[in-house]
């Protein structure tokens, strides 16, 4: 069965301090990956997507992700967190089989203390 | 250009009532997919529509249908209504629906029921 998990529902940084948002993923097949951003109420925004170009996929608002298909993982990383960066983070997964259908982890909320 | 619009924001129905969820896509997309968001659930995938063909389904209830028109806008419907079906309605238009286009959100519609 094809799923995403999402390691921590919640992650607390100081401002400046690294962030890390760690998204796995379970398929027999190959997989498109997605990172969104949900701030209170607001839909979603993507930060980045993985189509299988360059493993390192920058993306928006200085983040980034890199796919490792050995460890089947996706995480999110920014260097250096600031307080705007403080939302509910998503990773989803899409199939070339499946249309526009995504399926997403359970999200992980992060805090950015001053 | 504008970004996905869904109407009404907010709503509030009562165990047994009907609703019907609007959403209209970015101009020149064509597929449009609905999402139910709820705090135990998380995101999960209602269904997609495709120059007004469905062409995916998740695993809801016949009560939750929708259908989309040839300016591509959609809408869901939920009948006989349940405690359960409280939630936030997303709804996410690309252009051709296939795995890897970016999905676009609408800001939801926050459905509550009585």
């Known amino acids: 069965a094809q799923s995403v998990t999402q390691l921590g529902s919640h992650v607390s940084v100081s401002e400046g301090a690294l962030v890390l948002l760690r998204c796995n993923y379970s398929?027999?097949?190959?997989?498109?990956l997605f990172w969104y951003v949900q701030y209170p109420n607001q839909g979603l925004q993507l930060l980045l997507k993985?189509?299988?170009?360059?493993?390192l996929v920058k993306g928006i608002n200085g983040f980034e992700a890199e796919f490792k298909k050995s460890e089947t993982s996706f995480h999110l990383t920014k260097p250096s967190a600031h307080m705007s960066d403080a939302a509910e983070y998503f990773c989803?997964?899409?199939?070339?089989?499946?249309?526009?259908?995504?399926?997403f982890g359970q999200g992980t909320e992060l805090s950015v203390k001053p | 250009k504008a970004g996905v619009t869904q109407t009404p924001r907010y709503l509030i129905k009562t165990r047994g009532q009907q609703v019907t969820l609007s959403c209209s896509p970015i101009?020149?997309?064509?597929?449009v997919s609905w999402y139910q968001q709820t705090p135990g659930q998380g995101l999960q995938f209602l269904f997609e529509?495709?120059?007004?063909?469905?062409?995916n389904k998740g695993n809801f209830p016949g009560r939750f249908s929708g259908r989309q028109f040839s300016n591509s806008r959609s809408e869901m419907n939920v009948s006989t209504l349940e405690l359960g079906d409280s939630a936030l309605y997303l709804c996410?238009?690309?252009?051709?629906?296939?795995?890897?286009?970016?999905?676009?959100f609408g800001p939801g519609t926050r459905l509550t029921v009585l």
């Open positions: 996410a238009s690309s252009t051709t629906g296939t795995g890897f286009d970016e999905q676009f």
């Open positions: 398929s027999s097949v190959p997989p498109y």
């Open positions: 993985y189509t299988s170009a360059a493993t």
């Open positions: 989803a997964v899409s199939f070339y089989n499946q249309g526009g259908k995504l399926i």
């Open positions: 101009s020149g997309h064509r597929s």
């Open positions: 529509y495709f120059s007004e063909t469905q062409r």
